[in-house]
C-alpha cells in the first residue's frame, strides 16, 4: 500500500525521485521488522491493537 502511493506521489510530481528513493527503502526496511516484532510479542503474551493490552 505504502509504495502504491509513493509511486502516485512520484508520478504526480509531489515528492522527488530521492524522496521516494529513501521513503521506499524505510518501507521496505521497517515492514518486516514490524512484523518479526509483533510476531515475538504475540508469542510473549503481548497483543497490539484494539483487543491488546497496550
Known amino acids: ?5 509513493l509511486n ?3 508520478s504526480a510530481g509531489l515528492i522527488t525521485a530521492e524522496l521516494y528513493t529513501i521513503l521506499a527503502l524505510m518501507t521496505v526496511v521497517a ?3 514490524q512484523r518479526m516484532f509483533e510476531r515475538n510479542a504475540w508469542k510473549n503474551g ?3 491493537g484494539p483487543n491488546g493490552s497496550q
Open 8 to 10: 502516485i506521489g512520484l
Open 31 to 33: 515492514t518486516p521488522l
Open 46 to 48: 503481548i497483543v497490539f
Open 1 to 5: 500500500m505504502e509504495l502504491v502511493l
